[in-house]
């Protein structure tokens, strides 16, 4: 075992067994670098990451590789999900020098963590134009010691390159009706008519530019942008990147037609697609859209909650295909010999359904269960039946290997999906499985200074401090919480932490945010990334939960904060707009108020306070806030003041300071949040 065993993070513990001398990132390591005078070795991955387990196998369980590893290099590996600021900042350089990145990502560094050579995965032997990985190593090694002076400046280069790039400048204001209409024009033009969603091959869910144009509908009405997010989301709740048996999606599909994914599922995309497909059912009334946000809120709960009540980061791609063999989605594909073995006579009937065929639409004639035929009726009972045998036998296979790390930010996601799911479907237990997870992130992860910690396992914290996404996206999912079961410490919890963003995240002079805190460990360069990539970046979660905070509470800091981050989705919207997604939601919210709706009754026990409340959530104006509680109630702010009407419930919505008359029927309310 090596100093790996004493981690937190299941992907450093996947390598604590390997010969390599692993050594966590820290100050330790590189001091080691300095007095044995050697170049450190710097791998970064994550557990679920396919071709990190491939190098591992191939590289890092080598005797001969580690000897010389160990003789040569100071190693040091890092989970990309534990240490997203060190990942960000040397995939910048990475890219800068490479023009691409990826995991696993190899770099060279000096013991002064200046980067001098860089790549990702390196194969055992030279092949399709690679070195080997030894090859290298050598190679660095050789440079290390013969020409210690030009890496010296080579390094020195790249370190005063990064400090000199700038993100693009932000606009001094946030973008109004011209730049969301540009946004939607761009998305309009890469969007991809026959198959949904944007761009050709791999194609991503594209959660947070569908939430944005919920929103724009919503706010405008306009049909095009309602029609992109329903063609979308259809096309991929019928295709294989949809768990068609168990629920959840997969990363991404290595196709543009959605049939065949990789096969990892992550706690991020499905949070992030399960408020995804339940918005789009309140906007909708889509039995599609239902089906799907509840199915993949079973799957969260069912096979990602851990015993302490948060949710695990990921399922692997890979499993045991029943041979010892570990092999990308054996746990998900079938051959129609398969489907003989499991339904006998309804095998016809599943493969038609399906789409499986005898040469497949994977590997080794194996196939990716999804929903092909558009037309046709099949008779429901029975596919049920098909469906309820397929999956039970399905989990009888050797399953995936699970992440068992709990990451702050992605469970903030995960909140806010499962307590709005759980509120629109009536389903209590969803909203429960919210209120585990945020119980543990207060108990577990929120220290008494109000500092979050970027990750836990198994109860325990973990040693590394959140960065701007965890603040963003836990307060997000906080302020869902207390929307929806009206309980406002949620929203005391969410205060706290947007000052901690205000304090150590926000540049005083400009509004920018950075993804680190003023007092974080210094890095070569301190990260700012206001771009959405796979989950909202910490700087439009942070704008979006800031402007949810401040319609709670009148409080013009947090309003003038939010604003300000925004300025950046005035310049990047128009240009970038698939990049942006969030932050252009945020600004819908902005341009309609947001809405500020408190629901007043006589307690959770009364039916028509319990209509209003629920009512109130399931209008669809962009980023509403809402408030329910007793008259005059003290757990929210938008409660004072606001009186029963002739001894019975109700709701009283503003916006832009101004305030409607109150109403009491859950029809009228309808109508007054549907108004543009």
């Not at 134009?129 to 190593?137: A, D, H, K």
């Not at 995804?276 to 199915?295: I, M, P, Q």
């Not at 029943?322 to 989605?329: A, L, N, P, S, Y």
């Not at 038609?352 to 065929?357: A, I, K, L, P, R």
Request: glycine share 10%; hydrophobic share 40%.
């Amino acid at each position: 075992m090596n100093r790996l065993a004493h981690e937190t993070s299941p992907y450093l513990l996947q390598h604590a067994d390997n010969p390599v001398d692993w050594w966590p990132w820290s100050a330790e390591a590189f001091a080691e670098a300095r007095r044995a005078n050697k170049p450190v070795l710097l791998s970064v991955g994550y557990s679920s990451c396919h071709w990190c387990h491939v190098m591992a196998h191939e590289s890092f369980e080598d005797q001969a590789t580690a000897d010389y590893l160990n003789e040569h290099f100071v190693s040091v590996k890092v989970d990309r999900e534990e240490r997203p600021d060190v990942d960000a900042v040397y995939m910048e350089a990475v890219q800068a020098a490479t023009g691409h990145g990826g995991w696993p990502m190899t770099v060279f560094l000096t013991p002064d963590a200046e980067p001098f050579y860089f790549g990702t995965y390196y194969p055992p032997a030279p092949r399709h134009g690679m070195p080997s990985f030894r090859q290298v190593l050598e190679g660095v090694q050789q440079a290390w010691t013969t020409r210690r002076d030009e890496v010296g400046e080579v390094a020195g280069k790249i370190v005063r390159d990064l400090a000199q790039r700038e993100i693009v400048r932000q606009a001094a204001e946030a973008p109004g009706e011209q730049e969301l209409a540009q946004a939607l024009l761009g998305l309009t033009r890469e969007y991809d008519p026959q198959r949904g969603g944007f761009g050709g091959a791999p194609k991503f869910p594209p959660s947070m530019v569908l939430e944005f144009l919920l929103r724009h509908h919503a706010r405008t009405g306009a049909e095009g942008a309602l029609q992109m997010a329903v063609d979308t989301c259809e096309r991929m709740a019928r295709g294989g990147i949809y768990d068609q048996l168990g629920g959840g999606f997969a990363r991404y599909s290595v196709d543009r037609d959605w049939i065949v994914p990789h096969f990892e599922k992550m706690l991020y995309d499905n949070a992030l697609l399960c408020r995804v497909y339940a918005h789009l059912w309140r906007a909708t009334g889509s039995d599609l859209a239902r089906r799907v946000a509840l199915e993949t809120a079973d799957f969260l709960v069912r096979e990602l909650r851990t015993p302490e009540g948060g949710f695990a980061s990921a399922l692997d791609a890979d499993s045991d295909d029943g041979t010892g063999r570990h092999v990308e989605g054996a746990y998900y594909v079938w051959t129609p010999a398969q489907l003989r073995d499991v339904l006998g006579d309804d095998a016809g009937l599943a493969a038609q359904y399906f789409g499986v065929t005898e040469e497949g639409t994977f590997e080794h004639g194996r196939s990716v269960l999804r929903l092909p035929q558009t037309e046709g009726v099949f008779d429901a009972e029975r596919i049920a039946s098909v469906r309820r045998r397929l999956f039970d036998a399905r989990a009888r296979r050797p399953a995936p290997g699970r992440d068992d790390k709990v990451v702050a930010a992605w469970n903030g996601l995960a909140v806010a999906a499962l307590a709005e799911t759980g509120a629109y479907f009536g389903r209590p237990d969803l909203v429960e499985a919210a209120l585990g997870a945020a119980d543990l992130l207060v108990r577990v992860h929120l220290d008494e200074h109000a500092r979050l910690a970027r990750t836990s396992k198994d109860g325990r914290v973990g040693p590394n401090a959140g960065v701007l996404e965890d603040y963003g996206d836990v307060a997000e999912g906080f302020l869902a919480l207390a929307s929806v079961t009206g309980e406002g410490v949620w929203l005391d919890f969410a205060g706290l932490l947007l000052d901690q963003v205000l304090a150590r995240f926000t540049d005083p002079e400009t509004g920018a945010l950075f993804d680190t805190a003023s007092d974080a460990e210094q890095l070569i360069r301190r990260p700012q990334d206001p771009t959405d990539n796979a989950a909202p970046s910490g700087w439009t979660a942070a704008a979006g939960a800031l402007l949810g905070y401040a319609a709670h509470t009148g409080s013009e800091a947090h309003r003038v904060a939010a604003e300000r981050a925004l300025g950046v989705v005035k310049t990047l919207g128009p240009r970038v707009p698939r990049f942006i997604g969030w932050g252009l939601a945020v600004a819908e919210a902005l341009l309609d108020g947001p809405r500020e709706v408190a629901v007043v009754g006589l307690g959770p026990d009364d039916e028509r306070t319990a209509a209003l409340h629920r009512t109130a959530l399931l209008g669809a104006a962009p980023g509403a806030v809402v408030a329910c509680g007793t008259p005059d109630g003290e757990e929210f702010p938008l409660l004072a003041g606001r009186t029963l009407i002739d001894g019975g419930p109700a709701a009283y919505v503003c916006r832009g300071f101004v305030c409607d008359l109150p109403v009491t029927d859950p029809e009228a309310l309808r109508a007054r949040l549907a108004a543009p």
